[in-house]
């Protein structure tokens, strides 16, 4: 680990005049919130410190006057990050007068006149002071900013795992092995290819994506044996991951062998555990034997559904021997010709009210049924091939192939709803109602398939059996129906355990085009994460951050909180309680600098104190005022405000804007320390969460909302109404209802008047 990085900090304020900011703010008085209250010995303004000239200027006082911490008082610190660095060594902080002042609140009557001069005397008084504030809290967030130094590790893994050997895994395994990473590939069957290489024909992979394919997963198997930088186990699981990227140690197992790594069962009450579990060795073990990784792609692959007995007998499986599911007919045509020559492929079980398909089908399944039906044509001239559905999907180009299939002479396709299958002599009749025809029919067959789904290998078996103590399967497996999780609107590959990355129908159920395309994506990702672990940085979303946690372990209590909150088991924990981070697992979210209830957990450049002193440095009126403190999460939440400013939307300008990295890193001392200090309320912007969250952090905004029921004791001890804090979802796309929303919070704050903590 490397030593902390400190410095003898000067500090250089320079205020934009460029963007409107000149003609909506006295930059005078601007000037002198840093000059006066501050003492800061450099401040300077400019028209465009964006521009050549505006950049030298600061370079300048750099090199001239020893400035290392600079203050830019412009546009968001969204835009021309790339103008504003100024290297490793020196710190800089930005303060937003374009969009969260002057582009958002009102301008003075001389809007229209040029420079400060012309329009001083007409400034609104509370765009003023909220420009003022700001200048404030950026000052003091920049004397309260240490410069971060990367987590360097001792010895770091550059080979990647590979685990699942189908077509999904196999072309992961190349896309990594072709940018000149090893890669091991482990795969529990004693030949590589999975379901792909027990497949007859495979649906179109490229334009017009009409036409059926020869199977393509031979080239991948050739391939990647003969590569030099790719190793292959066959016959071989995972028993067990532990350690962190760069830093994975895997153990392996036969395939049906016990392991003494070995998930214990799930028990029902009343029921012991197995006696061959009672002795596993501790989780947190390392393993002597294991072999070390940088990274891991999970390609796992899927099952075929297993209906329950009797769960379908009203459509004759497990009753009829020619009832099949899709799998088994697949299996029967890649033997050769298929024998029957009047099929029936349905793609709803019916029989109910709804109109759901068979569980875990997709629009995968609704094209594999298309594909099937065209077996039975090919190897019959007269073969007739009838497909009954609720909802026939194919997205994108695939809708060409859905058009070639219905075109198809002898192929048959109808929605209806299935009622039953029923004995016909030596064959069987299918009768459905609601059809497109409007009567129910009876159609005889001499065979029917049933659509089933494809269940992601996930739910079956724990194909990474972690070391960490939150859990060893991927958080919310079952709330996800055993995908393995990931942000799917933001941030897909990704698991709840950073540097392990899914692909393919792991993650979701996909043609071999889409799992193609999947497997490049993950073994992208798992790149990234070596190259960026490797240089001590964090991995997506806050790439490229050198900052990590440090705790002062002093005052720990062993309240575990830490631990059970972080969203990607970044941390374990002693016998005692006591954490144990492992930085390479960390996302640098913060989340558990919010849940500490001792404040121990900090990082260089985002702690408790910094962000209480930002609070603290904002002017709150004695009376006849309000002033309400707004934490907005900066990912989707800021970038949401500034598109309002864009669109000139305006809002209150009592509201004084702090970002945090995650809703999940707010502590409530923060909310504790503007309610004292006499803020009238607070109000926490963050992330949707719940069954489509869209976190960056997954949890975040989910555990601020569960720690309101501290802040509510907070308020009632300080004999506070309950409404003075509220949190608020919000999408990035959401930009135009945030003025009505903090609008809307204004108005129940005059509702329930001024705080009476002001002036204390």
Known sequence: MAEETKMEKKVGVYICEGCEIAGGLDIEKLKGVATKEYKVPVVKTHGAFCSPEGVELIKADMAGEGVNTVVIAACSPRYYTDIFNFGETNIVERVNLREQVVWSHPMPKAEQAEGAEAAAEGVDADTQALGEDYIRMGIVKAQKTNLPSPYEMEEFARNILVIGGGFTGLTAALEIANTGYPVTVVERAPALGGYAAKIRQQLPTQSPFTTLEQPSVQGLIDAVTKHESITVKTKT?????????????????????????????????????????????DILDIDPEAEKFGAIVVAAGWRPYQPTDGEFEHL??????SVVTNTQFEEMAAQGRIEAKNVAFIQSPGASE???????????????????AQYVTRDHADGKAYVFYQHMRTPGLYENFYKAAQQTPGVFLTKGNVTGVSQNGNGLVVTATDTLLGDSIDVPVDLVVLATGMVPATKFEPVVNLAYRQGPE??????????????????PYETRRTGIYAAGCV??????????????????????CLESTNRGMAVHPRSGDTSYP?????????????????????????????????????????????????????????????????????EVPEEDAYRILCLVCENDAYPALDQAAMKRLKYSA??????????????????????????????????????????????????????????????????????????????????DQLPEKINEFMEVIEGVGYSPMKGF
Not at 474 to 491: A, Q, R, T, V, W
């Open 550 to 618: 440090d705790f002062y372990f002093q005052r720990c209590t062993q309240c575990k909180r830490c631990t059970e909150e972080c969203p990607f088991g970044a941390l374990d924990d002693d016998e005692k309680g006591t954490p144990k981070p492992n930085i390479g697992r960390c996302r640098r979210c913060g989340t558990c600098m919010g849940a500490c209830p001792e404040r121990i957990i900090s990082f260089k450049n985002y702690h408790i104190d910094m962000i209480g002193s930002m609070v603290k440095a904002i």
């Open 654 to 735: 009592d509201i004084r804007f702090i970002p945090v990295r995650c809703l999940g890193s707010v502590n409530v001392i923060w909310i504790a320390d503007a309610m004292s200090k006499g803020f009238d309320g607070v109000l926490l912007i963050g992330c949707r969460y719940g069954d489509d969250y869209q976190c960056h952090f997954t949890k975040g905004s989910e555990l601020c909302n569960r720690r309101m029921e501290n802040v509510g004791e907070t308020l009632k001890r300080l004999a506070l109404e309950s409404e003075r804090v509220q949190q608020i979802q919000l999408s990035i796309d959401e930009y």
């Open 354 to 372: 709804d109109d759901a398909d068979f569980p875990f089908c997709s629009s995968v399944t609704s094209m594999v049924s298309l594909k099937q």
């Open 316 to 321: 004759g499986l497990g009753k009829f021997p």
């Open 237 to 281: 699981e995972v028993a067990r991951v532990a350690g962190m990227p760069g830093q994975f140690h895997i153990s392996y197992k036969q395939p049906g062998k016990k392991s003494k790594w070995d998930v214990p069962p799930k028990l029902k009450e009343g029921e012991e555990m197995p006696a061959d579990f009672v002795d596993c060795a």
């Open 507 to 528: 993650r979701q159920t996909m043609t071999m085009a889409e799992c193609a395309e999947d497997a490049t994506g993950a073994a992208l990702k798992a790149i990234q």
């Open 474 to 491: 991927f958080k919310d497996l079952e709330l996800f129906g055993g995908y393995c999780d990931s942000n799917f609107i933001c941030f």
